[in-house]
T-cell receptor, first 112, second 114 residues
């Protein structure tokens, strides 16, 4: 198992464009999380899936953000009409227990 | 509202000495605490955790202490090694939280000097 994979590693986009990130979790992990980390801050929770069900969304996740996890496998995070404030590192993690979080290396988004 | 606080943005220690990283929290519902280590261009990796029913947990060179009355925890690294140089995040959660979502502090950058 190669751990949690995120694609792409870096994304530069113009303001107003849509972007989509992908996360491939560890195969036996039923929980999948998205976090966002901005400069000088710790990761902030965005959303959580148990298998294919999205069980919780942070208020940070505005209506421009949508996440899916079809068939409880990989997950995508889409941001529509990107804004400069969306520039951040987007981290995906998967787990089976509270100690079992494995984070991916993240996707760094830059909105210009 | 910063519920988990790491008030020292950076710390520098000599190789072989003790590193002490501190964390404070404000939410009384938190009952489980974790430390993560992050190298540049990588995601955070789990280091050590502690439940609120304990006041100490040890794993090799790493020990976490929890003072519930003060809402304070600390991570001790003894002896410190240059490879420990990284950003350390304190995180917290609670048993009834949905899916054990974590609330992170802002991190402390540790530099271990050879």
């Amino acid at each position: 198992d190669t751990g949690v994979s995120q694609d792409p590693r870096h994304k530069i986009t113009k303001r107003g464009q849509n972007v989509t990130f992908r996360c491939d979790p560890i195969s036996e992990h039923n929980r999948l999380y998205w976090y966002r980390q901005t400069l000088g801050q710790g990761p902030e929770f965005l959303t959580y899936f148990q298998n294919e069900a999205q069980l919780e969304k942070s208020r940070l996740l505005s209506d421009r953000f949508s996440a899916e996890r079809p068939k409880g496998s990989f997950s995508t995070l889409e941001i529509q009409r990107t804004e400069q404030g969306d520039s951040a590192m987007y981290l995906c993690a998967s787990s089976t227990t509270r100690d079992g979080y494995t984070f991916g290396s993240g996707t760094r988004l830059t909105v210009v | 509202d910063q519920q988990v606080k790491q008030n020292s943005p950076s710390l520098s220690v000599q190789e072989g000495r003790i590193s002490i990283l501190n964390c404070d929290y404000t939410n009384s519902m938190f009952d489980y605490f974790l430390w993560y280590k992050k190298y540049p261009a990588e995601g955070p990796t789990f280091l050590i955790s502690i439940s609120s029913i304990k006041d100490k947990n040890e794993d090799g060179r790493f020990t976490v202490f929890l003072n519930k009355s003060a809402k304070h925890l600390s991570l001790h690294i003894v002896p410190s090694q240059p490879g420990d140089s990284a950003v350390y995040f304190c995180a917290a959660t609670w048993e009834k939280s949905s899916g054990d979502k974590l609330t992170f502090g802002t991190g402390t950058r540790l530099a271990v000097r050879p």
